[in-house]
């Protein structure tokens, strides 16, 4: 079955800087748009996408210029780099999987989903 399993999350501070790593099985993982997600408080929120074919990237406003998105389809894995991390950051991170997606900012388009990291910035 499909699996996604996010990996990296912790608790930095302000001004750090983590990556988070999604590692995807059962699935063919090139064909995948993939997304990362995250929830604090209330709803989840797009954060960053990749398109099947790469390199197309999309970023929330917020933030573009901190974070960066790539995948390796060679080890069926997704990051998210995350630089100069600020508080309003901490939440769950969530990857997500979209079948010859273009990288949605949509949650709807996004066939699975991984159990979610921790990322905790201290102030």
């Known amino acids: 079955q499909v699996q996604l399993v996010e990996s990296g999350g912790g608790l930095v501070q302000t001004g750090g800087s983590l990556r988070l790593s999604c590692a995807a099985s059962?699935?063919?993982?090139?064909?995948?748009?993939m997304g990362w997600f995250r929830q604090a408080l209330g709803k989840r929120e797009f954060v960053a996408a990749i398109?099947?074919?790469?390199?197309?990237?999309y970023y929330a406003d917020s933030m573009k210029g901190r974070f960066t998105v790539s995948r390796d389809n060679a080890k069926s894995t997704v990051y998210l780099q995350m630089n100069s991390l600020k508080p309003e950051d901490t939440a769950v991170y969530y990857c997500?999987?979209?079948?010859w997606g273009s990288g949605s900012a949509e949650e709807r388009p996004y066939a699975y989903w991984g159990q979610g990291t921790q990322v905790t910035v201290s102030s």
């Open positions: 398109g099947w074919r790469g390199p197309n990237t």
């Open positions: 059962g699935l063919t993982f090139s064909r995948y748009a």
């Open positions: 997500a999987a979209d079948l």
